[in-house]
């Protein structure tokens, strides 16, 4: 099995709405990441996890705060967001680390802020 | 830090012609460089990579990827285009335990 599944596919929230995107790997990877893909951009890395522990990309605010239940599972908890917050949410997942092996992604999750 | 580069954000090739994406990019050692399919509204697939070894790379949906060390290029190739292989194509470099992508090549492939 080599899907990354995500879940929802799309989702509309207000301002002030509480929110959680999933993600779920079974390949055995140990490296799981998010990322935010605005249209026709490459995607940006938000955070990384890799053997359970995280790593953050400075840059991303507060609001965005990721959750690692397991290792095939990762979830990224939504609160607050504003308008320029909508974009394509996209997870994946490595067998090792991100510079030297390949990236499975997920369909993603298109997020609107309303 | 690496960079990556993708000189052209379109390329318009006919049916069944040769096609080329480019991609050049920077590190101080030696990458591993990949590249990477999107259609649209869904994820990034993996197409090929570059590890070491044969300067050319086979990956999937026949494209394949020569790398040049001494122009820093990895650039992708497919000898027959279809339309199906319309969509936007990123190359990545890998370096140092991080990732960079390229700004992307929107390729269209026309009857």
């Known amino acids: 099995d080599t899907e990354v599944t995500q879940t929802p596919k799309h989702l509309v929230m207000g301002m002030t709405n509480k929110k959680s995107l999933k993600c779920e790997q079974h390949m055995g990877h140990r490296a799981m990441y998010w990322y935010k893909q605005k249209a026709k951009k490459p995607p940006e890395l938000m955070f990384v996890y890799s053997y359970e522990k995280l790593s953050i990309n400075e840059s991303v605010p507060s609001r965005f705060s990721p959750e690692c239940p397991n290792s095939s599972l990762l979830n990224l908890h939504l609160h607050a967001l504003q308008p320029e917050d909508s974009a394509l949410y996209l997870c994946?997942?490595?067998?090792?680390?991100?510079?030297?092996?390949?990236?499975?992604f997920g369909p993603g999750t298109r997020l609107t802020v309303t | 830090a690496q960079s990556v580069a993708q000189p052209e954000d379109q390329v318009n090739v006919a049916e069944g012609n040769p096609l080329t994406v480019k991609c050049t990019y920077s590190v101080s050692g030696n990458p591993y460089l990949f590249w990477y399919v999107q259609y649209p509204n869904r994820g990034l697939q993996f197409l090929l990579k570059y590890i070491t070894g044969d300067n050319l790379v086979k990956g999937s949906y026949g494209f394949e990827a020569e790398f040049n060390k001494s122009q820093t290029s990895f650039h992708l190739k497919k000898p027959s285009a279809l339309v199906s292989d319309s969509a936007l194509y990123f190359c990545?470099?890998?370096?140092?335990?991080?990732?960079?992508f390229g700004a992307g090549t929107r390729l269209t492939v026309k009857p």
């Open positions: 990545a470099v890998g370096y140092n335990n991080d990732m960079r």
């Open positions: 994946a997942s490595s067998q090792g680390d991100r510079a030297s092996y390949e990236q499975y």
